[in-house]
Nanobody, 129 residues
Framework: QVQLVESGGGLVQAGGSLRLSCKAS??????????MGWFRQAPGKEREFVAAISWNGVGIYYKDSVKGRFTISRDNAKNTVYLQMNSLKPEDTAVYYCGLDRQPLRAVVTTTRSEYVYWGQGTQVTVSS
């Protein structure tokens, strides 16, 4: 079994920054072979894709509205994936979740929600105007 724990959310003014972390753990689990994704869910809306990074860090993909503002990265030694969020906007307000790609060593990152498993509990990001 794999557990994902997100952290780093909070309340920030528009234009501010936050860095989210997602740590993966499990009895013998290593995330080296798995892509990771960040999704978010605003009140009354579907959970949507934000960013993803391939198992080797080579493939990265962003939702159009966050390109140039958000950066996804990973540290396999720490079993952790990060989401650096700059120039935050009120429309970024949501609960942010990380997920583990169900397919190891996937060549191309996927943005499909159903391809991610082992969701964490989420971390709230609130951006005030």
């Amino acid at each position: 079994q794999v557990q994902l724990v997100e952290s780093g959310g909070g309340l920030v003014q528009a234009g501010g920054s936050l860095r989210l972390s997602c740590k993966a753990s499990g009895r013998t689990f290593s995330m080296d072979a798995y892509g990771m994704g960040w999704f978010r869910q605003a009140p009354g809306k579907e959970r949507e894709f934000v960013a993803a990074i391939s198992w080797n860090g080579v493939g990265i993909y962003y939702k159009d509205s966050v390109k140039g503002r958000f950066t996804i990265s990973r540290d396999n030694a720490k079993n952790t994936v990060y989401l650096q969020m700059n120039s935050l906007k009120p429309e970024d307000t949501a609960v942010y979740y990380c997920g583990l790609d169900r397919q190891p060593l996937r060549a191309v990152v996927t943005t499909t929600r159903s391809e991610y498993v082992y969701w964490g509990q989420g971390t709230q990001v609130t951006v005030s105007s």
